[in-house]
């Protein structure tokens, strides 16, 4: 059946660290019944003058209702929260970070104990849960029923979004999301780094780099149709060739300002290889080319 609203909704759910607090209330303030569990059971205490169930157990909380959220430290404490536990005809939400293949693994586990079983990806911070204008959202991937049924209560903390049946697939875009974001906070670090020690306020740095940044945003496009079509060369404004030689001098700049290389070189060293390995064939290229050798 499905919840087509969030009044007068019960839910339960395991795990109350900053994220799981910031969940609970989210939930709590909408006006949901909401039992809670957390191994430190001071803060399901804490949770419970807000309103909350605070349950005994975990057995205890999950018996409580159908609908079963996790938000643990890793997929062992999933095992070990949940060791024992009867799970027949409970859908569990499992919000804990995890890897693809834990969340196909926790997928077939839950099956196997008569659970449907949907794995998701919070994109956000504990500050932006329960704000939607801060523009966060979780990610869900595996049982489409359970989804579709739970949908309207899941997205009170944050936008919805799901990304397939597969349950793994909602992990694998969290991590290649964060893994882009990380890659372009090394470059940041790094464009700060060289600007240390000189006349030069950091905070005169932020508008034209947030603007270069934003400019140069069109590369995520540009890659994901390279990849798709296999064309590397095709309306090239920029070539392998021509920025493999353009990188010298960033290093060299770095080199000038005693600073370190070692987040930007990785990559300029992927470029390197791709075109030494065939320069004829990859001199015109674009830059997304040398994605192509990261596959082991």
Not at 74 to 94: M, P, Q, R
Not at 122 to 131: E, F, L, Q, R, S
Not at 245 to 256: D, H, M, P, Y
Not at 270 to 283: P, S
């Amino acid at each position: 059946m499905t919840d087509t609203n969030t009044a007068q909704r019960s839910l339960t759910l395991l795990g109350l660290g900053d994220m799981g607090t910031a969940l609970a209330r989210t939930w709590l303030a909408a006006g949901h019944s909401l039992t809670v569990w957390n191994r430190t059971a001071a803060k399901a205490e804490a949770l419970a003058a807000e309103g909350a169930r605070a349950a005994a157990s975990a057995a205890e909380a999950v018996a409580a209702n159908d609908l079963v959220v996790l938000c643990l430290l890793d997929d062992a404490s999933v095992g070990s929260t949940l060791d024992g536990v009867e799970l027949s005809g409970k859908d569990l939400v499992n919000l804990t970070t995890g890897t693809p293949g834990e969340g196909r693994a926790r997928a077939a586990w839950a099956e196997a104990r008569g659970a449907r079983f949907v794995d998701a990806g919070i994109m956000g911070t504990p500050v932006m849960i329960g704000a939607p204008e801060a523009g966060g959202y979780v990610l869900y991937s595996g049982s489409r029923a359970l989804f579709d049924s739970h949908r309207a209560v899941l997205e009170v903390p944050a936008p919805a979004r799901y990304v397939g049946e597969d349950p793994g697939h909602a992990a694998l875009y969290d991590v290649a999301l964060l893994s882009g974001m990380y890659g372009m906070f090394a470059g940041i670090s790094h464009a700060f780094a060289l600007i240390e020690g000189e006349d030069i306020a950091p905070k005169d740095l932020v508008p034209p780099l947030s603007e270069w940044l934003g400019a140069m945003g069109f590369f995520v496009g540009n890659a994901a149709e390279r990849l798709t079509s296999g064309d590397f060369t095709t309306g090239v404004v920029s070539n392998l060739a021509m920025q493999v030689t353009a990188s010298g001098t960033l290093l060299r700049t770095a080199q000038e300002q005693g600073v370190s290389a070692e987040l930007i070189d990785p990559y300029f060293a992927l470029m390197r290889r791709r075109l030494a390995a065939d320069e004829a064939a990859h001199a015109a290229e674009d830059t997304a080319g040398a994605i192509t050798l990261l596959r082991r």
